[in-house]
């Protein structure tokens, strides 16, 4: 076990039996007036606790005393704040080396975040502009006061620096300049192009098919997801320090989309996944309430999804390969808050779940070279296999499955960017609402009626087709057509509209 990790266990545990039986160790017995440790009572609780906690006198004696200087410094701290109203505030600074050191800095609250961010980048020798504060999960901008994050004398506040080493300078303005760039990049995706009206990038659900959403809450989301997806590679590159920057900011666009939407997709909750697992990677102990509760969303939103059991997923998908190795992740996570919680059953519970969840998405190694070898990528062979509980025959239907899934979501999202550009191209009908629908317009064509007839009636008509018939043949002025010329029709199919008339609702139900 990590020495830092172990000492830490100990120290909750202890900190745990002080509050339970209400122990301070600021007052007397344990200390005097003037701040100086009384041995004897230290010793007597010493021989107690790690009698009662399993652990040696040492381990527990050095926590004891370190939680006692804790104590008397932020006494100390108050003492200051009340009289000078200058606040102590740590810095806790995480390099993407993941050592670590703590800043405590004496500041006016009213100074600003870049004032801060100043001060620790001189003492940590980077620029300020590579340091990004982060409080309860949201990165602090510069211009902005402390007080105004609620920020107070003694807040715990994450730093991290955002560079690898000192060797590659080109690579650290490259990350810079990427993670300021994100976000603008991500605006022009959410926005439409300037030939077609349509959008750069297209919201679809799992299966594929584009999802249609208002304006503002659609750029959210895709602002959200590009950033989402930016902070998910810096991950895998185990860049820690840029990922959870990335994935807060994308956490806040997410807060601009509706909750019923957040509540009905798993994105947000992988999100909230993924930026546990950057406290955990950056052993960002003072994030834990914040992951604590990202962790509870999380779990929430896929029962929502999958079932607490995946029972859903599996109905709907008939396998629960991939998500089952988001609810180990999240079941790993979990165990990690509880035992930084003291909750050591809880946490040991979960960690054996979280142990047995990852030995059965192992996959055999042959296996998944075979499948490679027939031509499916690493993910698929993967994936497949998971699904298939190791059946490689069953492996190479389900990929097959998948594959042909995403052929037909594709035609069908590139049919209906296709039909949207056509309703342009007829216009809007006069209601200033509703588009000239495409099949109406070939089917009053296909009756005998001329391209731009068929258009203007049904731009008149809002889309009626018997109302557009008889524009055309009783009221042609009302058109303002260029031409004049008669319009040859098939007897049988006038016959066939005006007998449906009486059933306009019965027509449009069929047509739309």
């Given at each position: 076990?990590?020495?830092?990790?172990?000492?830490?266990?100990?120290?909750?545990?202890?900190?745990?039996?002080?509050?339970?039986?209400?122990?301070?160790?600021?007052?007397?017995p344990?200390?005097?007036?003037?701040?100086?440790?009384?041995?004897?009572?230290m010793?007597?609780?010493v021989?107690?606790?790690?009698?009662s906690?399993?652990?040696?006198?040492?381990?527990?004696?050095?926590?004891?005393?370190?939680?006692?200087?804790?104590?008397?410094?932020?006494?100390?701290?108050?003492?200051?704040?009340?009289?000078?109203?200058?606040?102590?505030?740590?810095?806790?600074?995480?390099?993407?080396?993941?050592?670590?050191?703590?800043?405590?800095?004496?500041?006016k609250?009213?100074?600003?975040?870049?004032?801060?961010?100043e001060?620790?980048?001189?003492?940590?020798?980077?620029?300020?502009?590579?340091?990004?504060?982060?409080?309860?999960?949201?990165?602090l901008?510069?211009?902005?006061?402390?007080?105004?994050?609620?920020?107070?004398?003694?807040?715990?506040?994450?730093?991290?620096?955002l560079?690898?080493?000192?060797?590659?300078?080109?690579?650290?303005?490259?990350?810079?300049?990427?993670?300021e760039a994100?976000?603008?990049?991500?605006?022009?995706?959410?926005?439409?192009?300037?030939?077609?009206?349509?959008?750069y990038?297209?919201?679809?659900?799992?299966?594929?098919?584009?999802?249609?959403?208002?304006?503002?809450?659609?750029?959210?989301?895709?602002?959200?997801?590009?950033?989402?997806?930016t902070?998910?590679?810096?991950?895998?590159?185990?860049?820690?320090?840029?990922?959870?920057?990335?994935?807060?900011?994308?956490?806040?666009?997410?807060?601009?989309?509706k909750?019923?939407?957040?509540?009905?997709?798993?994105?947000y909750?992988?999100?909230n996944?993924?930026?546990?697992?950057?406290?955990?990677?950056?052993?960002s102990?003072?994030?834990?309430?914040?992951?604590?509760q990202?962790?509870?969303?999380?779990?929430?939103?896929?029962?929502?999804?999958?079932?607490?059991?995946?029972?859903?997923?599996?109905?709907?998908?008939?396998?629960?390969?991939?998500?089952?190795?988001?609810?180990?992740?999240?079941?790993?996570?979990?165990?990690?808050?509880?035992?930084?919680?003291?909750?050591?059953?809880?946490?040991?519970?979960?960690?054996?779940?979280?142990?047995?969840?990852?030995?059965?998405?192992?996959?055999d190694?042959?296996?998944?070279?075979?499948?490679?070898?027939?031509?499916?990528?690493?993910?698929?062979?993967?994936?497949?296999?998971?699904?298939?509980?190791?059946?490689?025959?069953?492996?190479?239907?389900?990929?097959?499955?998948?594959?042909?899934?995403?052929?037909?979501?594709?035609?069908?999202?590139?049919?209906?960017?296709q039909?949207?550009?056509?309703r342009?191209?007829?216009?809007?009908?006069?209601?200033?609402?509703?588009?000239?629908?495409?099949?109406?317009?070939?089917?009053?064509?296909?009756?005998?009626?001329?391209?731009?007839?068929?258009?203007?009636?049904?731009?008149?008509?809002?889309?009626?087709?018997?109302?557009?018939?008889?524009?055309?043949?009783?009221?042609?002025?009302?058109?303002?057509?260029?031409?004049?010329?008669?319009?040859?029709?098939?007897?049988?199919?006038?016959?066939?509209?005006?007998?449906?008339?009486?059933?306009?609702?019965?027509?449009?139900?069929?047509?739309?």
């Amino acid at each position: 076990m990590d020495s830092d990790l172990k000492t830490e266990g100990i120290r909750i545990q202890i900190r745990e039996k002080l509050n339970e039986e209400r122990v301070k160790l600021w007052q007397s017995p344990y200390c005097t007036e003037d701040g100086v440790t009384c041995e004897e009572e230290m010793q007597i609780l010493v021989k107690n606790y790690s009698s009662s906690l399993g652990i040696s006198a040492d381990s527990c004696l050095a926590s004891l005393l370190e939680l006692q200087r804790h104590a008397l410094d932020r006494l100390r701290e108050r003492d200051r704040f009340r009289e000078t109203g200058l606040a102590t505030i740590r810095v806790r600074v995480t390099d993407k080396n993941h050592s670590r050191r703590i800043i405590s800095l004496e500041t006016k609250l009213s100074a600003t975040v870049q004032e801060v961010q100043e001060e620790v980048a001189s003492q940590v020798g980077v620029g300020f502009d590579r340091i990004k504060l982060i409080l309860s999960g949201k990165v602090l901008k510069m211009n902005t006061e402390l007080h105004t994050h609620g920020i107070q004398n003694g807040t715990h506040i994450m730093a991290v620096i955002l560079h690898s080493n000192p060797k590659e300078l080109q690579a650290v303005e490259s990350r810079h300049r990427r993670m300021e760039a994100t976000l603008a990049d991500a605006k022009l995706l959410a926005s439409k192009s300037n030939v077609n009206n349509d959008y750069y990038l297209q919201v679809a659900d799992q299966s594929g098919k584009t999802l249609n959403l208002p304006q503002e809450e659609r750029e959210a989301l895709v602002i959200a997801m590009s950033l989402h997806e930016t902070g998910r590679l810096a991950l895998k590159k185990e860049d820690y320090a840029l990922a959870l920057v990335l994935l807060l900011e994308a956490d806040k666009e997410f807060s601009r989309c509706k909750s019923d939407l957040l509540q009905s997709v798993d994105n947000y909750a992988l999100l909230n996944l993924d930026i546990a697992w950057c406290y955990l990677c950056l052993r960002s102990v003072s994030d834990i309430p914040d992951a604590e509760q990202r962790l509870r969303k999380c779990e929430m939103n896929f029962h929502q999804s999958y079932g607490p059991n995946l029972e859903r997923l599996l109905a709907l998908k008939g396998t629960t390969g991939n998500e089952a190795a988001l609810f180990m992740r999240l079941h790993l996570l979990q165990a990690v808050v509880l035992f930084h919680q003291n909750k050591r059953q809880e946490a040991s519970t979960l960690l054996a779940r979280a142990d047995s969840e990852l030995s059965s998405l192992k996959v055999d190694d042959y296996s998944l070279s075979t499948l490679m070898e027939l031509g499916y990528t690493a993910a698929e062979a993967r994936f497949g296999l998971r699904a298939a509980h190791g059946n490689l025959s069953a492996a190479v239907l389900y990929i097959t499955k998948q594959r042909e899934d995403k052929v037909k979501a594709k035609k069908e999202e590139e049919a209906e960017t296709q039909l949207n550009r056509e309703r342009r191209k007829l216009g809007r009908c006069a209601d200033g609402f509703q588009w000239v629908e495409p099949k109406l317009h070939k089917l009053l064509i296909s009756m005998g009626f001329s391209s731009e007839a068929a258009r203007l009636a049904l731009q008149q008509s809002n889309n009626n087709v018997s109302h557009s018939v008889q524009l055309i043949q009783e009221q042609p002025s009302l058109l303002n057509m260029a031409s004049t010329s008669k319009f040859r029709v098939k007897k049988e199919v006038l016959q066939q509209v005006f007998s449906a008339a009486s059933h306009e609702r019965a027509m449009k139900l069929h047509f739309f």
